[in-house]
């Protein structure tokens, strides 16, 4: 199915090749063995460890004029083994990653619209999540006003289930609406962003459907980078106010700050740490939310690649502290090795005995560029619970927790192709 629909975008855009100055089709095959005994969570005792193979492939076309680009994303996420080999019909694998157009309006000023990767910044707040197989993307538009001295979006979303004559409540796990502005400025060794979310939920009242509606709440925030000598420094500041979705007020903020030495040439050695706010004992209380939720971000990034936190996870719980270091080492142009040390502590109280101690973390990837267009990489990951880890994550059982993992990714550039302007000639 993936094959058929991918020939059918395929012949489509050759077809177009003629109208279009540039066109570019590239692929990406990408399958990741990973074995895991307490990713995401602490293992339990009597259970077997998970050991699986996933898949991504995508094919994207891209075509480029002076006054538009139009680019499509097609992509097949399957696990080894999950339809059999005689099969007469797929799992519903296949979706459409990506499917935008950037119309120029006037000069400096488009729009960008369709489903497409939203990314700013760190990726902190907004983020594609391309770790996951399936990564994330937004039925949006964007109007970009993009003159040489700064950069100004203005977002906005609005989803709903499907067509329909009557009612507007959405069921699927995701948005209801949203609208943001985000202001980028870049000097010599200086940048700095301002972003402004307004998100809403839908809430669905189970017995009384007067009380349907959107619950909205506000995130703003800015994102700093500054260079000093051999010296990389970028910080983050985010607070969240408005309504959850269960109708608390939310006061919620994070604060982060790293540093980054350029030791050698192939030498790099960060320090860093993070505070996202969080409510005592690990729910809201009053009618107040006090913990901090980093909405669209592309969060396994960030505190610990075993997605302990914030990945699908410790959503309005204690908060979370993370001093962080690590130390990155090319060996050439082709291969590198990645050490990072993550402690975490709560940033609320967890209970009225238990420390805030939330248990140690150690991530290792190695990596490895075998071409232009494969690379391999593999990477080993521990965590070392605490009485607290233990207490948020609900299991006592103390037992090893480790992941491990290896990925190929081969990612080639199947097609270019470029008109001549008749005008230059």
């Known amino acids: 199915m993936f094959l058929q629909k991918s020939i059918f975008f395929f012949t489509i855009l050759f077809a177009w090749a003629n109208a279009y100055p540039q066109l570019t089709i590239d692929a990406e095959l990408r399958p990741r063995f990973e074995y895991r005994h307490g990713y995401k969570t602490l293992f339990p005792d009597g259970a077997d460890p998970a050991a699986f193979v996933s898949q991504r492939t995508r094919l994207n076309f891209g075509y480029k004029t002076k006054q538009i680009q139009f680019y499509l994303s097609p992509q097949d996420i399957r696990v080894w083994g999950d339809v059999p080999q005689l099969n007469s019909a797929d799992e519903n694998g296949f979706s459409l990653h990506q499917a935008w157009a950037d119309v120029l309006l006037i000069s400096d000023l488009s729009l960008k619209i369709g489903r497409q990767e939203i990314i700013y910044d760190d990726q902190r707040f907004f983020g594609n999540v391309g770790w996951a197989q399936q990564g994330r993307s937004h039925d949006a538009a964007i109007v970009k006003y993009e003159p040489s001295f700064m950069k100004l979006h203005f977002g906005a979303a609005y989803n709903q289930d499907g067509e329909a004559l009557t009612g507007n409540i959405l069921t699927t796990n995701t948005y209801k609406s949203l609208q943001y502005i985000w202001l980028h400025k870049n000097w010599e060794k200086l940048s700095a962003s301002f972003l402004f979310l307004n998100n809403g939920l839908q809430y669905i009242d189970e017995i009384d459907e007067t009380k349907n509606g959107t619950r909205y709440s506000q995130t703003a925030g800015i994102h700093l980078k500054a260079k000093v000598d051999k010296f990389n420094f970028a910080s983050n500041l985010y607070y969240q106010l408005g309504n959850d979705v269960a109708n608390n007020d939310l006061n919620a903020y994070l604060l982060s700050l790293e540093a980054n030495y350029s030791a050698l040439e192939n030498l790099m050695i960060g320090l860093g740490g993070e505070l996202q706010s969080g409510n005592d004992y690990g729910a809201p209380a009053n009618g107040k939310n006090k913990a901090f939720t980093p909405l669209y971000g592309t969060n396994h990034k960030f505190n610990g690649l075993?997605?302990?936190?914030?990945?699908?996870?410790?959503?309005?719980?204690?908060?979370?502290?993370?001093?962080?270091?690590?130390?990155?080492?090319?060996?050439?142009?082709?291969?590198?090795?990645?050490?990072?040390?993550?402690?975490?502590?709560?940033?609320?109280?967890?209970?009225?005995?238990?420390?805030?101690?939330?248990?140690?973390?150690?991530?290792?990837?190695?990596?490895?560029?075998?071409?232009?267009?494969?690379?391999?990489?593999?990477?080993?990951?521990?965590?070392?619970?605490?009485p607290g880890t233990e207490i948020v994550k609900n299991n006592y059982d103390g037992n090893t927790n480790n992941w491990a993992w290896a990925m190929l990714t081969i990612d080639p550039v199947l097609f270019t192709w470029q008109k001549s302007n008749p005008e230059n000639k």
């Open 306 to 386: 075993m997605d302990y936190f914030y990945v699908g996870n410790h959503t309005n719980n204690v908060g979370l502290v993370d001093f962080y270091g690590n130390v990155k080492y090319a060996f050439n142009k082709k291969s590198n090795v990645h050490l990072a040390l993550h402690q975490f502590f709560a940033t609320a109280e967890i209970n009225d005995e238990a420390s805030k101690d939330l248990g140690f973390e150690v991530d290792l990837v190695a990596s490895y560029e075998l071409s232009e267009f494969v690379g391999v990489q593999a990477g080993y990951s521990h965590f070392f619970e605490q």
